[in-house]
């Protein structure tokens, strides 16, 4: 899954360059996300959010006891 953040820190900054080169790379549209926040927060609900998609979409790690052939 290709999954793209963009992120500017001021209002003044634009965020179109980067979402182009997203785009570019071949990442849709609907798995960008992005947001303009200063650097001083240390919330990035735009980046919490694309963490958790990358999350939900990663399979279970297999452990020793589901790797193992059933014997019942």
């Given amino acids: 899954m290709r ?5 500017c820190s001021s209002l003044t900054q634009e965020l179109q360059s980067q979402l182009d080169a997203l785009t570019a ?3 849709g549209r609907d798995k960008i996300f992005s947001e303009k926040i200063s650097t001083r ?3 990035r609900p735009a980046f919490e959010k694309a963490l958790a998609t990358v999350r939900r979409s990663r399979p279970m790690p297999r452990t020793a006891a589901s790797s193992s052939p059933c014997t019942r």
């Fill in 3 to 7: 999954l793209g953040y963009a992120r």
């Fill in 25 to 27: 790379h071949g990442v």
């Fill in 41 to 43: 927060l240390k919330a």
